[in-house]
């Protein structure tokens, strides 16, 4: 089975805070990618990753950034924390060119803050 | 720009019976469509999927049906059990793409006893 690992469950943060999402998965996939799951809005792309040090802009990138130093961990940070950055946040990764085009999620992490 | 939409952010169904959850899209370049389930606390999880060439494809309970002309997929749960009461969400790639998907809002599924 494919396992996602999210480094927080819960995070409360103040606002200006530099905050670091770590993601690792053990299924050696190329792809790895960051998304927020907001009411109403469902799960937006705010970076991907195809390979290490490789990274693209997802479609809500502002205000945050991306690390991606080796295959299995994708970090997620947010330079100088918002309240509008409250969210949850989850982690994906897949293997290209599978054909399934499936996403594995981690468990995700709730982020507040204040 | 909601490319994906799930217009129903709610549905509740009598156990046994059928849900039908509904999904539209805008961007005639998606040609790779998935359902992921999404229970609370935890990740979504990959549910079914349909390609484009196809316009039915079935697993178990689980049926999906693709309506390219009208940019619509349909994801049927016969008969429905407890165990899916959770959030479905819909979501669309272009596999000439990036392997993005493009996520609809969701929709919550309450099965009833």
């Known amino acids: 089975d494919v396992k996602v690992t999210q480094s927080s469950r819960y995070l409360v943060k103040r606002t200006g805070e530099k905050v670091f999402l770590e993601c690792v998965q053990d299924m050696d996939h190329e792809n790895m990618f960051w998304y927020r799951q907001d009411p109403g809005l469902g799960l937006r792309l705010i970076y991907f990753?195809?390979?290490?040090?490789?990274?693209e802009k997802g479609d809500i990138p502002e205000g945050y950034s991306v690390s991606r130093e080796k295959k299995e961990r994708f970090s997620l940070i947010l330079e100088s924390a918002s309240t509008n950055q409250t969210s949850m946040y989850l982690c994906?990764?897949?293997?290209?060119?599978?054909?399934?085009?499936?996403?594995?999620f981690g468990p995700g992490t709730r982020l507040t803050v204040l | 720009d909601q490319q994906v939409k799930q217009n129903s952010p709610s549905l509740s169904v009598q156990e046994g019976r059928i849900s039908i959850l509904n999904c539209d899209y805008t961007?005639?370049?998606?040609?790779?469509f998935l359902w992921y389930k999404k229970y609370p606390a935890e990740g979504p999880t990959f549910l079914i999927s349909?390609?484009?060439?196809?316009d039915k494809n079935e697993d178990g309970r689980f049926t999906v049906f693709l309506n390219k002309s009208a940019k619509h997929l349909s994801l049927h749960i016969v008969p429905s059990q407890p165990g899916d009461s959770a959030v479905y969400f819909c979501?669309?790639?272009?596999?000439?793409?990036?392997?993005?998907?493009?996520f609809g809002q969701g929709t919550r599924l309450t099965i009833n006893p």
């Open positions: 990753s195809y390979d290490v040090k490789m990274k």
């Open positions: 979501a669309a790639s272009a596999i000439r793409g990036a392997q993005k998907l493009v």
């Open positions: 961007n005639s370049m998606f040609d790779y």
């Open positions: 349909i390609s484009s060439i196809k």
């Open positions: 994906a990764s897949s293997v290209p060119g599978t054909g399934a085009w499936s996403q594995f």
